[in-house]
């Protein structure tokens, strides 16, 4: 049986897919009912050392956005996040992860604040547009939620300022992290955002118009061809390195902020009120259970992690992997990890347990995995 991923309506293109296949786009995943590209025609260590000389454009139309405009659309966004939004300005993106009533992790969008009334949620793989319209209507808000005509497209690697400068004016040289302007594209208002799933730079343009995907695409293609400028993907040896988590794969609504290494994010005192909050007070009071690490593995070039891989000690099972891939930067397989408290310190060894029987010596460090070079 073919393993090849057969598409339909249901499975949505972006205003930029044209481009990609015409491209060489060698696989798609699906990300919230929409194809996003997965590989081209370079390897993925080609592509890792690529997106971090050069600079890549990233179809990421499948991050959608959850939009909530109206009189209280600060009051919903702050009910679906325990991070704390009230110092948040217009033209700020934040991290937000999204809790359920049992601070279970619902999604971990970038928040963007367009106005005081009027916010998109950027958003990972759930269905958070279903969630949302579910609290305006039993809370009885006065706010619309919608999923606007907005097709994100990325620009990555050490290179990216310097593209986005090109199209869009020197002005975004000064953009700070985490932060957006607004630029003029064919008789629209782009948001031009410092942000993306790469640890390498770069920006994220907020296309509304879909119509207008292509042209985008071009024009920075035609800017980017002395900077080398590719197609790409979020690459796994860069992500992994970076310690940058996917949502799915490694944590789902089972797992909560702060096993994940998100407690910044998360206020937990008295002055805001949020759906999930006394759950997650009571899991910071009694201390999570387990935490996500790094996780450096001894042996040859692993196998990819399609499902989760057991983590062992003393014979007794401690965890798992969730992400893993061989680090041409290191020389040893790296891998993201769920550990439980009693094995998640620093430098504690364990087991793995690879496919095919194989068991390989591990150690536990800390994410990222910068202080791992040599």
Not at 169 to 184: L, M, N, Q
Not at 279 to 303: H, T, Y
Request: net charge negative; charged share 25%.
């Amino acid at each position: 049986m073919s393993s090849g991923l057969v598409t339909s309506r249901r499975n949505r293109r972006t205003p930029y897919t044209d481009r990609v296949e015409a491209l060489g786009v060698s696989g798609f995943s699906i990300v919230n009912h929409t194809l996003l590209p997965k590989s081209f025609t370079r390897s993925v260590e080609e592509d890792y050392w690529h997106l971090k000389e050069h600079v890549q454009l990233w179809d990421v139309g499948c991050q959608r956005q959850v939009e909530l405009r109206g009189p209280d659309a600060a009051f919903l966004a702050q009910q679906m996040t325990p991070r704390d939004l009230r110092s948040m300005a217009v033209g700020q993106c934040y991290y937000t992860p999204l809790i359920d009533n049992r601070a279970g992790l619902l999604n971990d969008p970038v928040l963007l604040k367009r106005d005081c009334d009027w916010f998109w949620f950027s958003i990972a793989d759930s269905d958070v547009l279903l969630w949302a319209k579910a609290l305006a209507l039993g809370m009885k808000l006065d706010v619309e939620v919608c999923e606007p005509d907005v097709w994100p497209l990325a620009v990555q690697g050490p290179r990216a300022e310097e593209l986005v400068a090109r199209v869009f004016g020197d002005e975004v040289r000064s953009v700070p992290y985490f932060s957006y302007i607004e630029r003029d594209f064919h008789g629209r208002r782009l948001a031009v955002a410092r942000s993306g799933y790469s640890k390498q730079g770069g920006f994220e343009l907020y296309l509304d118009d879909s119509t207008l995907g292509a042209a985008l695409w071009d024009t920075l293609w035609d800017a980017g061809v002395d900077l080398e400028v590719a197609p790409g993907c979020p690459n796994l040896i860069e992500r992994i390195e970076a310690g940058l988590l996917s949502y799915g794969n490694e944590m789902t609504r089972e797992n909560n902020p702060l096993e994940i290494n998100l407690d910044r994010f998360c206020h937990l005192d008295s002055e805001i009120e949020y759906i999930g909050r006394s759950a997650l007070e009571k899991i910071s009071a009694e201390g999570p259970n387990q935490r996500m690490r790094g996780l450096l593995i001894e042996g040859e070039r692993c196998p990819p992690c399609a499902k989760p891989w057991p983590i062992f000690a003393d014979g007794i099972k401690v965890g798992q992997v969730t992400s893993a891939i061989w680090s041409p930067a290191l020389g040893k397989n790296v891998g993201l990890s769920m550990i439980s408290k009693s094995h998640w310190t620093a430098r504690t060894p364990v087991k793995v347990a690879m496919p095919g029987g194989v068991i390989s010596d591990a150690v536990i460090v800390t994410l990222p995995f910068d202080n791992e070079r040599g």
